[in-house]
T-cell receptor, first 112, second 111 residues
Framework: QKEVEQNSGPLSVPEGAIASLNCTYSDRVSQSFFWYRQYSGKSPELIMSIYSNGDKEDGRFTAQLNKASQYVSLLIRDSQPSDSATYLCAVTAENAGNMLTFGGGTRLMVKP | KAGVTQTPRYLIKTRGQQVTLSCSPISGHRSVSWYQQTPGQGLQFLFEYFSETQRNKGNFPGRFSGRQFSNSRSEMNVSTLELGDSALYLC??????????FGSGTRLTVV
């Protein structure tokens, strides 16, 4: 079983809709959680980080963390075609320094 | 503030050769990590350096090595290249508090 799992997609949503991306992790000592966006041919770009249970909002993005259920999600409100990319979930664990463990990514397609 | 700078952007090497990739982190960042990205395996952690010391190492063979200099710049080396080493190699730097910023990567092709 992979340590960080994401549905590979593609997840297709119409422009203006809410896109919901999910990620589960297996290591209970995971501490920090990140969402990266990666456009084709580009490097990952950090869009959200979350460290404690609950919701964290930043503009059109909301990250949600539930440590008891071991999942983290990313909501993108008012989705735009420019949001079409692969979204990578990454976690770090206690005593693992800054080592990021990535999920396989979910490809999001926002249709005009 | 300048971002993470990786050089070169593209490389083509022959099997059996060795290669050295360079990464300059964001000014003030002391942690530098390296990742390999391939279509089949996704993003995999290679190693992390902090203040010139390797703090973590991923599950890669000893042909993959790295180092960090006193100015936090880092290099990674791959010896005896194999076709399977063809990948995008990404460097990320961190101040330890605000996540990790990736460079543009070095795309290595082994022929």
């Amino acid at each position: 079983q992979k340590e960080v799992e994401q549905n590979s997609g593609p997840l297709s949503v119409p422009e203006g809709a809410i896109a919901s991306l999910n990620c589960t992790y297996s290591d209970r000592v995971s501490q920090s959680f990140f969402w990266y966006r990666q456009y084709s041919g580009k490097s990952p770009e950090l869009i959200m980080s979350i460290y404690s249970n609950g919701d964290k909002e930043d503009g059109r993005f909301t990250a949600q963390l539930n440590k008891a259920s071991q999942y983290v999600s990313l909501l993108i409100r008012d989705s735009q075609p420019s949001d079409s990319a692969t979204y990578l979930c990454a976690v770090t664990a206690e005593n693992a320094g800054n080592m990021l463990t990535f999920g396989g990514g979910t490809r999001l397609m926002v249709k005009p | 503030k300048a971002g993470v700078t990786q050089t070169p952007r593209y490389l083509i090497k022959t099997r059996g050769q060795q290669v050295t990739l360079s990464c300059s982190p964001i000014s003030g960042h002391r942690s530098v990590s390296w990742y390999q990205q391939t279509p089949g395996q996704g993003l995999q952690f290679l190693f992390e350096y902090f203040s010139e010391t390797q703090r973590n190492k991923g599950n890669f063979p000893g042909r993959f090595s790295g180092r960090q200099f006193s100015n936090s710049r880092s290099e990674m080396n791959v010896s005896t290249l194999e076709l399977g080493d063809s990948a995008l190699y990404l460097c990320a730097s961190s101040s330890g508090t605000h996540g990790y910023t990736f460079g543009s990567g070095t795309r290595l092709t082994v022929v």
